[in-house]
């Protein structure tokens, strides 16, 4: 995604059925280049393989057999960088949160008005999670462990800082302006952004079948991304 430097239509976000359970919205390592270290690569290509058993199986039910397999490298390796299971699992957790991060970094929000740019990343938000279920898959797991596993990261809270400061300045410019309500809390919002995209991603099987409607469809998710954004926006205005 570029930088963006005036507002751009929502429209430009596309709205896609998400990646089948073979290719569920993993990462694949760029070939080797020619400054890049063979030992950062396999690193690398270890993330991107656990991130895929890990996201698919679940802590439990993922075997370090299965993810050297989907590698050229061997369970050596895995103990050589990670230490354990475990600490393969948190980088891979570690890796799901700092990819949505970085994809937020590349967005100039201050080049649109508040209400354009918190549009702009509600939309985001769900996108990404129709886009990335392997990441919607590594949060459902963390939490049947009770963010055992996160609690444990050094660097995921102040990653996730980032994107509150962005909503911060957003709803702080809104409220400047008259367009927003100044008791807002931008923590919560930003749950309220997440959970909104989030469980209908993570319950559309289940939502599906209770309800007898494909939530899939592009019409569904073009409606969902809509009302999303009409609840959001109505909750922060004046």
């Known amino acids: 995604m570029r930088a963006l430097s005036r507002p751009v239509p929502f429209s430009t976000f596309r709205v896609a059925v998400p990646p089948t359970d073979a290719q569920p919205g993993v990462p694949t390592a760029p070939p080797v280049a020619p400054h890049e270290r063979a030992p950062e690569r396999r690193r690398q290509e270890l993330i991107d393989a656990a991130l895929l058993e890990f996201s698919i199986k679940g802590f439990g039910g993922a075997r370090v057999d299965a993810i050297v397999a989907r590698t050229n490298s061997n369970k050596a390796m895995v103990y050589h960088y990670f230490g354990s299971k475990e600490g393969l699992y948190l980088a891979a957790l570690e890796a799901v949160y700092k990819d949505i991060r970085d994809q937020e970094a590349l967005i100039d929000f201050e080049q649109m008005s508040p209400p354009i740019a918190l549009a702009f990343l509600t939309e985001f938000t769900f996108q990404y ?110």
Request: aromatic share 10%; proline share 2%; hydrophobic share 45%.
């Open 129 to 238: 999670y129709l886009d990335h279920p392997a990441f919607v898959r590594m949060i459902n797991n963390e939490n049947l462990h009770n963010a055992r596993y996160l609690k444990q990261s050094s660097s995921i809270a102040a990653a996730n800082f980032s994107i509150i400061s962005k909503l911060t300045r957003i709803l702080q410019r809104g409220a400047a302006s008259g367009a927003f309500r100044t008791d807002l809390d931008p923590v919560d919002v930003y749950i309220s952004i997440s959970a909104l995209g989030f469980t209908y991603v993570s319950n559309q099987h289940t939502l599906s079948v209770v309800f007898g409607r494909d939530l899939m469809s592009k019409e569904a998710l073009r409606c969902r991304m809509a009302r999303i954004k009409d609840v959001i926006l109505c909750y922060v205005s004046r």
